[in-house]
């Protein structure tokens, strides 16, 4: 059984910094690939950062590119997003999941979710 538990989200003001953190459980993750998404009240879950299996190949949705960075420690069984300069659009509930195939969506097991709230 998989199991992702995120967490770090919080309240910050705009221009400030979070970290997330997300634990994995199961040895096979480690050989996944790991992403982040993001889900907005009245929006729809989308995609903000991936990382491959090896953490060598890293993707980043535009609206966040410059500003955020997702980096993993497979010795922890830990995926992170470093999230800087942070915009009151950035605010919503974040998930991490494992990556089960090459399609945006080849997603299945996910978190319970931090939230990140911004002010402005």
């Known amino acids: 059984q998989v199991q992702l538990v995120e967490s770090g989200g919080g309240l910050v003001q705009a221009g400030g910094s979070l970290r997330l953190s997300c634990v994995a459980s199961?040895?096979?993750?480690?050989?996944?690939?790991l992403g982040w998404f993001r889900q907005a009240p009245g929006k729809e879950r989308e995609f903000v950062a991936r990382?491959?299996?090896?953490?060598?190949?890293?993707a980043y949705a535009d609206s966040v590119k410059g500003r955020f960075t997702i980096s993993r420690d497979n010795a922890k069984n830990a995926l992170y997003l470093q999230m800087n300069n942070l915009k009151p659009e950035d605010t919503a509930v974040y998930y991490c999941?494992?990556?089960?195939?090459?399609?945006?969506?080849?997603?299945?097991?996910w978190g319970p979710g931090t939230q990140v709230t911004v002010s402005s």
């Open positions: 999941g494992r990556r089960y195939g090459t399609g945006p969506r080849d997603y299945d097991y």
């Open positions: 199961g040895s096979a993750l480690r050989t996944s690939d």
């Open positions: 990382i491959t299996s090896s953490g060598a190949v890293t």
